[in-house]
C-alpha cells in the first residue's frame, strides 16, 4: 500500500472517512462471486451484505451470492465482512480494504461492518457515475480506509405534527437514505399524532401513525441499526389536546399568554399542579412505550412559557416558575424511570435558569436546541457539563419557515453543534427538522441540512470542508451533474437577498404569513428594489433544474417540489411589492394577479402534499395560504 497518492476527485463520499490511503491498482468486478459473512453469528451480518448484493446488481448487473463457510474457495470470495469483537477499535468504527485480489471489510461490531459496506456502495456508485465503460467491466479502487465516529449518537428528529404527516413509505425511504448516512437515531416529533386507542377524540382528523406503522418502522430501522426514539411532548406543545373538552380541564391557560416573541392565544401547556395532568401523561406512556424496542423517551417539555401566567401562579409565585417547572419535570422522570426507561428532554428552559441544572438526575439526557448559527452551544454545553448531566446538542436543518432553507444559517448551525458537542464532551447529535405555521417547505428542502448534519457529527474534521452543493448533489439527490445540489444550495441562500433576516425564519416566509398592513411596515427594510433583486435571484438559482439527472424514483417529484417552491418565494415577492404599491390602479390588478396565481397555487399544493403526506393536516395548512388571499380579494 502507498500512501502518497492523492484522493481522486470523482470519489465523492458522505460522510468523508477520517483515514483514506490510496493506492496502486485496481479491483475488477466480475460476476458470480461471493461474499463472505466471517463472524460467529453470520445472520447478523446478511442484512449488511444483501444492502450491497442489492446495490451491486442495480447499478452493474452482477450476482454475487452470500455464504458463511470459510471453507469456500478463497478466489471465489470477492468481499469479505469480518466482526472482530476482540479488537481494541472503538464502537461503530471499521476498516475497508480494497485490493486486487477483493475488498475486506472489518469491524468490532455489527454496526461498524454495515458502516463498512454503506461506504463500500458510495464507492461503487461513484465509479458507476464517472465510468467510461460499460458497468460490466468496472474497476474499484485499491485504497484503505479507516473510520469511526466522533459522537456515539447522531440523530435526526422529523416534526409529524404540525400539520405534515408523511406516509410510512415517506419515512422508510428517507429512514434508508439517512442509514446510508451512517445515522443511527431517529425521532418522530408528536404532539397528536399517534393513534392512541384511548384518546381517539384527538387524532381523529390527523391521520396518525398507528401501533402497526411503528411496530413495521421500528424493525426497519433495528435492522439499519438505528433506534427508533419515542417522542412524545409531555408538558408544552400540548393544545391539539387542550381544545377538546376532556382535556380542558387540565390547562394551564385557557385564552392566551405572553411568550419571548409576543402574545399568543391558548391553551398550550398542562397544569404542573394538577394530578390530573401527571395522569395524562402516565396515560400515553403505557399505550405508546410497547411499540418501540428502544428504551429511551424524549418526553419533550419546552417552551412552557405559560406555566405561572394560570392556574399555578399562586404557586410560581410562591416557589418561582423555575421551581415549579422543574417539579413537574422531576414527576415525569419518575414516571419514566419506573417504565425502564431513559428520559430525553428538550433543555431549553431549564437552561434560563441554570442554579437549577445540578438538580437535574445524572440518567436523563438534556437536549440543547437552538436553530441561528450563533446559538450559544458553547455557553449551554459547558453548563451541562460542569453539572455532569448527559446532553445532546441539537441544531436543525433551516427548512421550516423558510420555503426553500437558509443555506448559511443551516451550515453554521450544524457545524456549531459539531464543534461545541466535541469541545464539551457531549454524547450525541439530534439534528431536527421542523414543520412550525403550515410546514410549507417539501421534504427535498431539507435533504442539504440532514446531510450535513450526519457529515459533521460522524467525523467534523474530515468533513469539515464538503464541497455542500457537490455532495448534496450525488448523495441525496443522486444527480452526478451537481445541478441539483446547485439548485438546492444556491435556492436555500436567496433568503439574503431581500436584506433582513427574521430569527428562525426568512423574510419571505413571513411576507406570506403576515396581513399585508404589517407588511407595510417594512418598506425601508425591504424596499421594492430589493424584493426584485430577489425575483431575479429565485430565477438565478432556478436556472440549472434543467440539467439535472436525478437518479431516484421520485425524480419528477422533485423537480415538480423545487417549481412550486420557487413559485410561491416569487408570489411572497409580489406580495411585497403590492403593500408598498401606491397606486390605486395597480394595487387592483397586482391583487386579482395574485389572487388567480395563489388559487392555482394552492391546487397544486394539494396535488404535491398527498404525494409524500397523508391527507391529515392539509386542510390547517391550506388554511394559511387562504388567509394570504383574503388580502387579495380586499385590494
Known amino acids: 500500500?502507498?500512501?502518497?497518492?492523492?484522493?481522486?476527485?470523482?470519489?465523492?463520499?458522505?460522510?468523508?472517512?477520517?483515514?483514506?490511503?490510496?493506492?496502486?491498482?485496481?479491483?475488477?468486478?466480475?460476476?458470480?462471486?461471493?461474499?463472505?459473512?466471517?463472524?460467529?453469528?453470520?445472520q447478523a451480518l446478511r442484512f449488511a451484505a444483501a444492502r450491497f448484493q442489492r446495490s451491486l446488481y442495480e447499478r452493474t448487473g452482477l450476482t454475487w451470492q452470500i455464504v458463511a463457510s470459510t471453507a469456500t474457495p478463497r478466489e471465489q470470495i470477492a468481499l469479505t465482512l469480518r466482526v472482530t469483537p476482540e479488537s481494541s477499535d472503538p464502537p461503530q468504527s471499521y476498516a475497508l480494504v480494497i485490493t486486487p485480489d477483493g475488498v475486506t471489510v472489518s469491524a468490532p461490531d455489527e454496526a461498524g461492518v454495515f458502516y463498512g459496506i454503506c461506504t463500500l456502495i458510495q464507492i461503487l456508485e461513484s465509479q458507476v457515475s464517472n465510468s467510461q465503460f460499460p458497468t460490466s467491466s468496472l474497476q474499484l479502487p485499491c485504497l484503505s480506509i479507516s473510520d469511526w465516529p466522533d459522537f456515539p449518537v447522531r440523530g435526526v428528529m422529523l416534526d409529524v405534527s404540525r400539520d405534515k404527516v408523511p406516509t410510512l413509505d415517506t419515512v422508510l425511504a428517507l429512514v434508508d437514505m439517512l442509514a446510508g448516512w451512517k445515522v443511527n437515531q431517529i425521532q418522530l416529533y408528536m404532539e397528536h399524532t399517534f393513534a392512541y386507542r384511548n384518546h381517539p377524540e384527538v387524532w381523529a382528523n390527523a391521520s396518525p401513525f398507528t401501533g402497526q406503522d411503528i411496530l413495521e418502522l421500528d424493525a426497519y430501522c433495528r435492522q439499519r441499526h438505528i433506534e427508533l426514539v419515542p417522542n412524545q411532548n409531555s408538558f408544552g406543545h400540548m393544545h391539539r389536546w387542550l381544545v377538546h373538552p376532556r382535556y380542558a380541564p387540565l390547562a394551564e391557560v385557557t385564552e392566551g399568554f405572553m411568550t419571548p416573541w409576543g402574545h399568543q392565544d391558548g391553551p398550550f401547556s398542562l397544569c404542573p399542579i394538577d394530578p390530573g395532568s401527571l395522569d395524562l401523561v402516565r396515560s400515553l406512556y403505557d399505550e405508546l412505550l410497547p411499540h418501540f424496542s428502544s428504551r429511551t423517551l424524549n418526553v419533550g417539555c419546552d417552551e412552557t412559557f405559560d406555566v405561572g401566567q394560570g392556574r399555578s401562579k399562586a404557586e410560581c409565585d410562591k416557589l418561582g416558575a423555575g421551581r415549579v417547572y422543574l417539579n413537574f419535570l422531576l414527576k415525569i422522570y419518575q414516571e419514566v424511570k419506573a417504565r425502564g426507561y431513559t428520559m430525553q428532554f428538550w433543555g431549553d428552559i431549564i437552561v434560563q435558569q441554570p442554579e437549577f441544572i445540578p438538580e437535574l438526575p445524572q440518567d436523563a439526557i438534556a437536549l440543547e436546541w437552538g436553530y441561528e448559527s450563533s446559538h450559544p452551544f458553547d455557553e449551554h454545553g459547558a453548563q451541562f457539563a460542569a453539572a455532569g448531566v448527559p446532553f445532546y446538542l441539537c441544531p436543525g436543518t433551516s427548512s421550516w419557515r423558510s420555503l426553500a432553507g437558509r443555506t448559511d444559517n443551516a451550515l453554521g448551525n450544524l457545524l456549531s453543534a459539531a464543534e461545541n458537542g466535541l469541545k464539551h464532551g457531549a454524547t450525541g447529535y439530534l439534528n431536527t427538522d421542523w414543520g412550525d405555521e403550515g410546514h410549507w417547505q417539501v421534504l427535498p428542502v431539507s435533504y442539504l441540512g440532514l446531510a450535513m448534519g450526519a457529515a459533521y457529527s460522524w467525523a467534523l474534521e474530515a468533513n469539515r470542508g464538503t464541497d455542500v452543493p457537490r455532495a448534496v448533489s450525488l448523495h441525496a439527490f443522486r444527480d452526478p451533474t451537481g445541478a441539483m445540489g446547485r439548485v438546492a444550495y444556491d435556492l436555500g441562500n436567496v433568503y439574503k437577498a431581500v436584506g433582513i433576516e427574521p430569527p428562525n425564519s426568512s423574510a419571505l416566509f413571513v411576507i406570506l404569513q403576515w396581513p399585508l398592513e404589517q407588511v407595510r411596515l417594512f418598506r425601508e427594510t425591504m424596499p421594492p428594489p430589493a424584493l426584485h433583486r430577489t425575483l431575479n435571484a429565485i430565477d438565478e438559482a432556478m436556472h440549472p433544474l434543467a440539467g439535472a439527472r436525478i437518479a431516484r424514483p421520485d425524480a419528477e417529484l422533485i423537480k415538480q417540489e423545487y417549481l412550486l417552491t420557487a413559485r410561491l418565494m416569487r408570489h411572497a415577492c409580489r406580495r411585497g411589492l403590492l403593500a408598498f404599491e401606491t397606486d390605486p390602479a395597480q394595487v387592483v390588478a397586482l391583487g386579482r394577479a395574485l389572487d388567480r396565481d395563489m388559487q392555482e397555487f394552492i391546487a397544486e399544493y394539494w396535488q404535491v402534499w398527498h404525494a409524500r403526506n397523508r391527507p391529515g393536516g392539509l386542510t390547517d395548512s391550506v388554511a394559511r395560504l387562504e388567509k394570504a388571499r383574503q388580502d387579495y380579494l380586499a385590494a
Do not use: K, Y
Not at 481522486?8 to 466480475?30: D, K, Q, W
Open 1 to 42: 500500500m502507498s500512501s502518497n497518492l492523492p484522493i481522486p476527485e470523482t470519489l465523492s463520499l458522505l460522510p468523508t472517512p477520517r483515514h483514506i490511503e490510496m493506492a496502486e491498482g485496481t479491483f475488477a468486478l466480475t460476476d458470480e462471486r461471493q461474499v463472505l459473512l466471517d463472524c460467529a453469528t453470520p
